[in-house]
C-alpha cells in the first residue's frame, strides 16, 4: 500500500523525493497501527501475482443530517492504479468493491478523495460535488 501511496503522489506531480520518503515512512507506521483495528481497510487488486492498483475507506461518525439520519459515512480514499494498468477496469472494479462494502454495512453516505485522474471514474459511479455539503480545505501549517 506504501508503494502504491507513494505512485498516487508521484502522478500528482509531487516529486519532493525526501518529503515522498517520509510520508512513506509515516504511511508505514500508521498502516501498522490502525488497520488491524479496522480503522483503515483497504483492497488491492492483482494482476499475474503483482498488486497493481488499491483502494482505502475510512468509516466514520459525523453528526445525523438531513442527509444522513445514522451518521454513519464511508470516506473513499487512496484510489490508486499503476500506469500500466489503467483503463482495463481495474479502478472502476476497486472503487465498486469498496462502495458494495460501504452498503452491506449499512452506510448510506460515501464520498471519495479524487485527484484530477479519477475525477471522471468517480463521476461514473454517481459521486459529484455537493452544492448543500461544501467541503473546503486549508493548511494549518503554512
Not at 490502525?34 to 461518525?61: D, K, L, T, Y
Not at 480514499?77 to 465498486?96: D, I, Q, T, W, Y
Request: a neutral charge; aromatic letters at 6%; glycine letters at 8%.
Amino acid at each position: 500500500m506504501v508503494r502504491l501511496r507513494r505512485c498516487m503522489f508521484e502522478a500528482m506531480g509531487f516529486a519532493d523525493a525526501e518529503c515522498l520518503d517520509a510520508m512513506c515512512s509515516q504511511s508505514r507506521a500508521f498502516f501498522r497501527d490502525v488497520v488491524p483495528g479496522g480503522g483503515f481497510r483497504f483492497w488491492m487488486a492483482e494482476s499475474e501475482n503483482q498488486v497493481v492498483g488499491a483502494i482505502g475507506m475510512v468509516i466514520h461518525s459525523t453528526p445525523p443530517s438531513p442527509e444522513n439520519l445514522l451518521g454513519t459515512e464511508a470516506y473513499l480514499m487512496n484510489l490508486v492504479v499503476l500506469p500500466e494498468h489503467r483503463r482495463r477496469g481495474v479502478g472502476n472494479a476497486l472503487l465498486r468493491h469498496a462502495m458494495a462494502v460501504a452498503v452491506t454495512e449499512g452506510i448510506s453516505v460515501a464520498s471519495v478523495h479524487a485527484c484530477q485522474a479519477s475525477r471522471a471514474l468517480c463521476e461514473r459511479s454517481g459521486f459529484a460535488v455537493s452544492s448543500s455539503l461544501p467541503e473546503m480545505r486549508i493548511d494549518l501549517c503554512r
